[in-house]
């Protein structure tokens, strides 16, 4: 689809949007907490928290927490996003002899069943250090006694577990759960074969690879010094027909064609940028043309690229980016949604921005929101962000501050169709599969 159409399709957006950002600037107004556009509808303090992911069905109002050094989670409940309460809490057991925390929370839907995975990240000094993932049925909510534990994933063989993961509704049908590693590989588990117990090497059914000669750097939050992922995104190309996979780690960032999940396809690199010998997180627009980047050191700005010509063959490997856009020189970007043309981000500064990419080049400020004014960036931090896509529901995670749930003026939900785009995004249709595929041959 030609760029200029849904710039068209989107100019009514632009102009509120444009409005919204008026008196808000590139970074915080002094004395004001949040731009006037955004609205805290509810805080729930809890301590030591990391990540967070929201349930996209409205009949399923829920929340799910990460309990970082807790080893566990909290099911928040999001019924009345201004009243939100925990409904629901669980930590491993022997949660003080574990070293390390609890990060990626993530839910998929199957054969009728929902799923919630908590993945883990324990060091070698102690119990569960091959523990990758706890998989929960949590169907029977709101009822928590319905809550149970399905599987623990374990990589024996890699240990050192899951720092991020990611559930995705594949265009040949499964629901798949996808998790870094300690090893040169994103994993691909299918989440029935896990649900269904049995061999666990069978639950494995793909392996994405760090591309042969990235450079190895190091990332500082994991202390890795060979090859890996840090974090990942896995999104439908309707154009293509393809499930691509964007991943971000050593050297820089990659886009696989997985729709063979057996035999993964190195479709495009970013690498060599100046400033970045890691990627952190790698994240398209619908289209999957351009995208935003993240490298997690202080000071770096999110950096945005445009695939294109790597993508059409044209070069090997991307170098340069097209934009950039911080909301301050010590923000530090850490997590982010794209809804386009809004880019959601959680800072280690404390603070959730919105901002506009409709103009990749020229990204701008929608709105913020300070969970912790006054607090420096040591004391960190604004750790994850999601969206709800059926209305605009916005959820963000402090490490601190626990949970907050917030509204952004005229943003009542997103649709990719409304904007002349795939419906592509984080958010899976569990139930119809990827905007676009087709529906034949699938399997079941």
Known sequence: MQRTAVLLAGLTAVAVASAFA??????????????????????????????????????????????GGKGGFYIISIKDPSKASVLYTWHIENTELHQG???????????????????????????DLDLGAVVFDVTGLPDTTKVREVA????PKSPGGFHEDFAYKHSDGRALYLATSVSPHALIYDIDKVAAGGDPESWIVGRVPVPEGATRGVDTMLVRFQ???????????PVSHQDRFYGAGSGGYYVYDITNV????????????????????????????????????TYAPLRLFDLKPALDGQIKTISRPIGAWTASWKGLPHNHEVRWPYVFVSTYADEFYVFNMMDPSNPYTVGYYDTAPGVDLRSGSTFGVDVRNADGLIVTSDMRQGFFAFKLDGFDGWNGHQWGLPNVSSAQDWDNGPDGAPKAGRVS
């Open 101 to 127: 925390s609890a990060l990626g929370p993530v839910t998929l839907k199957s054969k009728g069943r929902y799923y919630f995975v908590q993945s883990f990240q324990y060091l070698r000094t102690g119990p």
């Open 22 to 67: 008026q008196g808000s600037g590139s970074t915080s107004v002094a004395g004001r907490q949040g731009s006037a556009n955004v609205h805290l509808l509810s805080h729930i303090p809890l301590s030591g928290v990391s990540d967070i992911e929201v349930e996209h069905e409205l009949s399923r109002p829920y929340a799910y927490v990460s309990s």
């Open 262 to 297: 057996t035999e993964p396809k190195l479709l495009a690199s970013v690498s060599g940028v100046a400033g970045v010998t890691w990627g952190h997180t790698f994240t398209p627009d619908p289209t999957g043309r351009y995208v935003v980047s993240e490298a997690e050191y």
């Open 152 to 155: 623990r994933i374990r990589t």
């Open 227 to 237: 090859p890996s992922y840090h974090d990942f995104y896995v999104g439908y190309d």
